[in-house]
């Protein structure tokens, strides 16, 4: 049961959660993990503007980052006790759900853990969900795992505040917007 596990990872706190996951049903299962990061090229192209410099400078940049950061979960994975190796691919012409879709037939994984915000509504519609479009298309089971919200902290009068925080990540100098 499980023996093949394939965990998508960027470096963000959801990603990470769903790869403390991943570990523990490794253990469990004495699975072996492949961490999958995908680096971007798309989601990065957009993003440019005039002043953005030489976009071959800026792909190598991502991939070196994309070394280190699985290099990180690696490490993690492996000092938790779990068979881990590692797979950087470059997205340069479709959805990073379906590149890890791909990755998990061509190796061929048993299950794909994710981690995910759960976003609902507008964020939702103008965000997309890769976790949803990978759980749509996936030969396989996909576990989905939400981080804990974090508690909201209430302002200077004592009150929880309604205005929500829009952090913007670049984990991997791709742009993730949470």
């Known amino acids: 049961m499980y023996q093949h596990i394939l965990v998508a990872v ?10 403390q996951e991943a570990i523990r049903m490794a253990r469990l299962t004495g699975g072996k993990l ?21 976009p071959s400078n800026w792909l190598e940049g991502l991939r070196r980052e994309g070394e ?21 691919r470059d ?4 959805p990073v759900h379906e590149l890890i879709v791909a990755e998990a037939g061509a190796w061929p994984a048993d299950l794909i ?27 396989v089971p996909v576990l989905l795992v939400r981080s804990p919200e ?6 200077a009068s004592g009150k929880n505040a309604s205005a929500k925080t829009v952090r913007v990540n670049l984990p991997s100098g791709a742009l993730s917007v949470e």
């Open 10 to 19: 960027d470096g963000s706190p959801t990603s990470n959660h769903g790869l």
């Open 34 to 54: 492949r961490l999958l990061h995908v680096v971007d090229v798309t989601s990065i192209a957009l993003s440019f503007d005039a002043y953005a410099g030489y």
């Open 68 to 88: 280190r950061l699985l290099a990180d979960s690696e490490a993690v994975a492996a000092s938790a006790g779990a068979d881990v190796e590692i797979v950087l």
């Open 150 to 155: 974090p508690a909201e902290k209430p302002d």
């Open 91 to 94: 997205n340069f012409a479709v």
């Open 113 to 139: 853990v994710l981690g995910t915000h759960g976003r609902r509504g507008i964020g939702r519609a103008v965000l997309g969900s890769s976790a949803e479009n990978v759980l749509r298309r996936s030969p």
